[in-house]
Every structure is written in C-alpha cells, then in structure tokens.
C-alpha cells in the first residue's frame, strides 16, 4: 500500500508501512537500536549480487558494528531501473505536488521520533559526538527535509510577454519540472545531514533518486531508507546503494539512465565525477567540493568573541566540516593574546567517549584520515610551522586525534595551502591595516567554500564580503549556516548550491511553452 493511499491514511495520522528487513540490534547508549545492513532498492532491502561486504567500524574503539552489503555496478543499475519506474509510472510522479509535501513532512517527523536513535547510530559509525551528531548532525537534517517539504508546492515558473506574430497572439510560459532520475554521492563528514540537504531538495522537486553513501559511514542512510518505507514514499522513489566510490559511486556518474548527478566530496574526486558525467550523458551536475576557507581577525575585533568562534570554526565536528577555517590570519597586534587565549581554551576540550554527554571531541571518522592528520602536522612542522599545541595521536584505543595549533604558517607552506579535515589550526600573522594585502592572501588559493572576517569596522567588513572569493561569507561569526540559506562554493570548492530556494533548481529543468491563438 502505498502512494495515495498513504498521502490519505497520513493525513489521520495513522502510522503506514514498516518494512521487513534483516536487522543489526544492538543495546547501547542506553537504548536498544536496530537498523539494516543491507542495499535499499525498490522498496526492499536485499543483499547485493554476489554477497560481497565492507565492515563499518566504530571510530571510538575500532570495532567492527556490522558487516554491510556492497552494491556492484550491477545493484547500481537494478536501483536506477526502480528509479526510473519509479518516476515515469509510479504514484511518484503522479500524486499532487501538495501531497508529495505531506510525505517529506511525515518523514521528517518519523525522523524526529527516532532521533536518538539516529544520533547514536551517527555516534558510533562516524564518530560524532552524540549531543552535537542529536543537534547538528540529525536536527539540521530534520529541519532541512521540513524547509524543501514546504516548497514542493510553491515551484512556479513564469509567464513571458514575447512578439506577437500578428494578427494571432501568443504566450509563453515556463514550467519547472523534474530532472528524472538523480544520483547522489556523499562524504562522511556529516552522513545524514550531507544525505538530507541533496535528497530533500531532490525529492521535492518531484525526482526519483540513487544514493550512494560513503563506505566508511553508510549506516544513517539506511536506517533512513526504513524510515521512509514507514513514511509510506513510494518504492523505487529513494534507493541506498552502500559501497564503494570507484564501482557503486563511478556506476551512478556513469549510468545513462541517471540525469543529474549531486555530489559532496574532495576536489579530486569531483574531477572524476565531472568528467564521468559529461562522458557518459552529459549528465547535469553540482559539486560541493573541498575548502581552505580563511579566517581574517583585525584588532579592533571583540577578541574573546573571535577566538570562541575560531574554536568552533576549527575543531567543530573534529575538524570534519567542510567550511572548517582552514586558515586564520590574526593581525600582529593580537596574535600573541589570541594564541595564548587559543591554547587555554583548547586545553580544556573534554576529549573522549562521543557517547559520554560531557565529552565535546571525539574520535576522528577513519583509520586512514586519522594518519594523514599526522602526517599532516609533520610536514608543517619540517617546513617550519612552530607546532604550539598537540600534533599526535592519543595513547589510548580508537582514532583519537589532539586538536592542534600551528603558528608562524607561511603562504608557501603546504599546511597553507592544503585542507586537512582535522581538528588543526593554522595561524599566520599580518601586520598593519592593509585590507587589500591580507584579502590577497586570503584569496590565493584555489579553493573558494566559506570565510569569515573579524572586525567592528563595518566598512572593512563590508569591503572583506565584496572582494574575498568564497560562497559563504561570515562577518564577526563563524559556522552559522541555516536550511533556508544558500551553501556551496567558488574557484574548486565547485558549483551549485545546497539548502536555500537556489537548491531547488539543481533538481529541476525549465521547459518553455509557446502557443499561438
Ligand atoms: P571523497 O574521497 O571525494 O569521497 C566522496 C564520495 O565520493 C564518497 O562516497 C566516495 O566513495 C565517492 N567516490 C570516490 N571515488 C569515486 C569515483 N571515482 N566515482 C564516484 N564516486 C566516488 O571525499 P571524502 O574523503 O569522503 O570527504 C572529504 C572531502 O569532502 C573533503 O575534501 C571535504 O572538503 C569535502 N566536503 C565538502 C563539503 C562541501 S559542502 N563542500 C562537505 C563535506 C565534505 P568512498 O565511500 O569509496 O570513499
């Protein structure tokens, strides 16, 4: 039963479907937890062709949760068939835009009620602090599916006065419609919330979707796909194929049937990506890629207030944020307080258990990531950074990783010019009130996500937003995005936004109507 029937059977309130599945049950954090490990297509979780697995680990203590199924080329391809049916003759496409809205709106509040649930399953597979993966992690992912909820039936086009051919009259008018089929491809950083920011604007729009979540943390995602079987979304209108990039993701940006593909991810691989792309349908795409984004901090700033927010803008979520300041300029007449304020206020991170309410850093997402944060720490420090704090693992079992502070950076320096995911902060002085020297030092990367500038100079603040060039603009704050704001970068941080009205027009294509009468 599902479609109409369910719009209906929602609207009281009544619960609809649960899907059968083989379960992973497991009793922790105080709760008794269960989700699938299994490929989600076509409304059912099934094992992939062949049986193959990858272990999803626990950051905390390195054991392994479950063993989940990995999609082949082939999975990829039975998921984008489901997909397709999916759109062209399911109840998908054929249901009222108003009643698609219903069904985001009931998934978010299936969302809601297992929270908890969600924010364990996060804690322990990626390695999120649990009170922050409760807030940021799956809150903002709840609220970002109710935003594009609301505006499945506010997606209008235009009525455009074009030359009569006279005597006749004529009109045009566009209408956005849905792209079709749409793949997505994310990171680890944020599983759920990189999942719901692409799909939620995908899926009001009125697509159909293939997801591929990333191998290390794929169990968010597929806890989500039980949740919309229970929301009563149409089989076929969302798949999950866990597995790994180079065969279920390169299966996606490659298939033909697939008309737009939304990724998140390294700037590396975004190259791939785009290139698949094009070679294989000339598929649209977005990429929201790799950063270094600069923190600029001027004298004349409320200095506590600069160095809370570069605390945050550094070591939040580990470090594992995608608009991390990857560099901070701090002008000389402040730098040596605000390094000092720095180390006081980093010493006392409670690092430990992500599980633990009173612990606020916990393990990084993965082994390999961890011992490029090493390395990462050693090769400033070999081209001269002055390592003031942290730099090592720490002696105790799981991925656990100092934060860390790097002065006296130089530009040429590969810590300063290279982003590290990890909780590291880089530090680099400026002299004098030169505006313009310190914005071209800023801006002399390839990389063009976020920034942020200190300073109570309005006119400075003001002429920092016009002349850096970054998608995100942060003025005497850091890290405030929001589900109805524009998110996504310049330069190869990549293009196409995330979140926001602009959103929207990622997962759609405008068809221009012309009639003479
Ligand atoms: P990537 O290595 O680029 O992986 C991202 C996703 O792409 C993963 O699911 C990965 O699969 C998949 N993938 C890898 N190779 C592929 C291929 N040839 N074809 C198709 N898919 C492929 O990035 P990551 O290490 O997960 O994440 C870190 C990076 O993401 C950082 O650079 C960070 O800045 C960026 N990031 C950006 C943002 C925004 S919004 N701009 C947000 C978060 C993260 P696997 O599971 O096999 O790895």
Known sequence: EFGEAVVLKSRGGSASKEVEYDPVVMHVNNMDIKFPKQLFIDGKFIDAEGGRTIDSINPADESVICKVQRATPGDVDRAVQAAKRAFDEGEWSKMSARDRSRLLFRLADLMEEHKQELAT???????????????????????VWRYF??????????????????????????????????????????????LSWKMAACLAAGNT???????????????????????????????????????????????PLVRKLGFTGSTEIGQTIMETCANSNIKKCSLELGGKSPLVIFDD???????????????????????????IFVQDTVHDKFV????????????????????????????????????????????????????KQLDRPGLFFEPTVLTDVEDHMYVAKEESFGPIMIISKFSGNDLDAVIKRANSTEFGLASGVFTRDINRAMAFAEKIEAGTVFINTYNKTDVAAPFGGFKQSGFGKDLGEEALNEYLKTKCVTLEY
Request: glycine share 10%; proline share 6%; net charge positive.
């Open 301 to 327: 700033c409320d200095l506590e207030r600069a160095v809370r927010n570069a605390m945050g803008g550094v070591f939040f979520n580990k470090g594992e944020n995608c608009i991390a300041a990857g560099r």
């Open 209 to 255: 979707v293939v997801m591929k979540p990333a191998q290390v943390s794929p169990l968010t995602a597929l806890k989500f796909a039980e949740l919309s079987v229970k929301a009563g979304i149409p089989p076929g209108v969302i798949n999950i194929v866990p597995g790994s990039g180079s065969e279920a993701g390169n299966a996606i940006a490659s298939h």
């Open 121 to 143: 399953i996060e804690a322990i597979d990626s390695g999120a602090v649990y009170t922050l993966a409760l807030k940021t992690h799956v809150g903002m992912s709840i609220d």
């Open 340 to 391: 000092e304020r720095v180390i006081e206020e980093t010493k006392k991170i409670v690092i430990g258990d992500p599980l633990n309410r009173s612990t606020s850093h916990g393990p990084q997402n993965h082994r390999a990531h961890l011992d490029k944060l090493v390395s990462y720490v050693q090769r400033g420090v070999k081209e001269g950074a002055t390592l003031r704090y942290g730099g």
């Open 149 to 194: 909820a609301g505006w499945c039936d506010k997606i209008t086009g235009s009525t455009i006065p074009i030359s009569h051919a006279r005597p006749n009259r004529n009109l045009t008018f566009t209408k956005k419609e849905p792209i079709g089929v749409c793949g997505l491809i994310t990171p680890w950083n944020y599983p759920l919330m990189m």
